[in-house]
Every structure is written in structure tokens, then in C-alpha cells.
């Protein structure tokens, strides 16, 4: 079945520095790359997404890449802020069952 | 938007008891339904997959007879946690998928949180 390894467990960068969470899948049948932020005891949230089709996908601070090839994803997030203070993941999604990596802890230090 | 709602919330029950957590799909209909468990400080690990009118599909290490899942309707799953340790406090949180969305997109319950005293 799918793997997802995520890299790093923990990041800790200044306001306003980027951060860059990277992701590793096993299975090429997946299609589809979540990545979900998620608050002590609350359910993940989306945050954004791209599929097998596309290289590269931006909304404002935040932007992911895929390498179909490598099998390889990232997260960048730019301008950090305290409030970009979470926990997240990333995850493999083959027919609607999604594989979560196994998180990042991102830390913002004002 | 699409919503999925799980109940309850949080639960505490004593060793040897049995727990049902619900997950229903509010506004749309789910053949499928899929089921996490999430311990503290880790990741969220699949437990299963849950087939409306079919039997469950159960991942590597998870004891189907301990976890009991029913997808008795198109809009409800429920998980039975039977015979509950305290090793299986954990956080479970179930998922559906909205084929109706343009994108086909998966949704997320609030979670339970399940404490064994």
C-alpha cells in the first residue's frame, strides 16, 4: 500500500522567514496530494492541493510542488506569521482513501 | 458546503465497556466512509474503510473484531469500539467523500476524542 514519509518532524523559523515541509509517496497510482493543517484536537484542514496533472500550485503565502517522477511534494510557506504555528501534513490520496505523512510540528517565532 | 458531523464530540467510559461513534454525512450521500485513529503527537493512521451495505476493509494490524464498523444507510457509519482498553484512548475522526463536488473532494468529521478509564 501507500507510504508517505515527511520531512522535517519539527521546524522552527522567525516571522517572516519561509518555511518548506517535504513529502515522499511510494504508490504512483496516487493522484491527488493534500496538505492539511491541524490545531490541537480539531479535525485537519485543508489547505491546499494539487494534483497528478500539475507541477506546481500557488494560493497567496502558500505554495506546493510535485515531482510525479522523484514522487516527491513540498509545502512552502512564505511571510511566515505566528498564526502559521501548527501541526502539518501531508498526504497521499488514491481513491478517496487519503495516507498522511506523519507531520510536521512548525513553530513561529515572533 | 459539504459537511461531515460526528458524535459525540468526546466520551469517557470505563475499561470493558463498548463505545459507538457516528459519522454522518449532513448534506450529501457516502458509499464510502473512512476511519482514523490518531494518537497524541502522531499522525493520523487509516483504520478502515467503510462500504455502505457491504462488510468494512479493515488495514494491516487493525482488529476487526475489536473495531466494529457499520455503513448501514448512505449518509451514516458508525465505528463500535468493543471491550475498550485505556490503550485505545485516542482521538478517531472519520472521513466521506463528496463525488458530487466538482472535484470529488474528501471531508473530514470534528473527531472524537474517547477516553478509557
Known amino acids: 500500500g501507500e507510504n508517505v514519509e515527511q520531512h522535517p518532524s519539527t521546524l522552527s523559523v522567525q516571522e517572516g522567514d519561509s518555511a518548506v515541509i517535504k513529502c515522499t509517496y511510494s504508490?504512483?497510482?496516487?493522484?491527488?496530494f493534500p496538505w492539511y493543517k491541524q490545531e490541537l484536537g480539531k479535525r485537519p484542514q485543508l489547505i491546499i492541493d494539487?494534483?497528478?496533472?500539475?507541477g506546481e500550485k500557488k494560493d497567496q503565502r502558500i505554495a506546493v510542488t510535485l515531482n510525479k517522477t522523484a514522487k516527491h511534494f513540498s509545502l512552502h510557506i512564505t511571510e511566515t506569521q505566528p498564526e502559521d504555528s501548527a501541526v502539518y501534513f501531508c498526504?497521499?490520496?488514491?481513491?478517496?482513501?487519503?495516507?498522511f505523512g506523519a507531520g510536521t510540528r512548525l513553530f513561529v517565532k515572533a | 458546503g459539504a459537511v461531515v458531523s460526528q458524535h459525540p464530540s468526546w466520551v469517557i467510559c470505563k475499561s470493558g465497556t463498548s463505545v459507538k461513534i457516528e459519522c454522518r454525512s449532513l448534506d450529501f450521500q457516502a458509499t464510502t466512509m473512512f476511519w482514523y485513529r490518531q494518537f497524541p503527537k502522531q499522525s493520523l493512521m487509516l483504520m478502515a474503510t467503510s462500504n455502505e451495505g457491504s462488510k468494512a476493509t479493515y488495514e494491516q494490524g487493525v482488529e476487526k473484531d475489536k473495531f466494529l464498523i457499520n455503513h448501514a444507510s448512505l449518509t451514516l457509519s458508525t465505528l463500535t469500539v468493543t471491550s475498550a482498553h485505556p490503550e485505545d484512548s485516542s482521538f478517531y475522526i472519520c472521513?466521506?467523500?463528496?463525488?458530487?463536488?466538482?472535484?470529488?473532494?474528501?471531508?473530514f468529521g470534528q473527531g472524537t476524542r474517547l477516553t478509557v478509564v
Open positions: 498526504a497521499a490520496e488514491e481513491g478517496f482513501k487519503t495516507i
Open positions: 494539487i494534483r497528478s496533472n500539475v
Open positions: 504508490d504512483s497510482a496516487s493522484n491527488y
Open positions: 472521513s466521506a467523500p463528496d463525488s458530487t463536488v466538482g472535484l470529488k473532494k474528501v471531508f
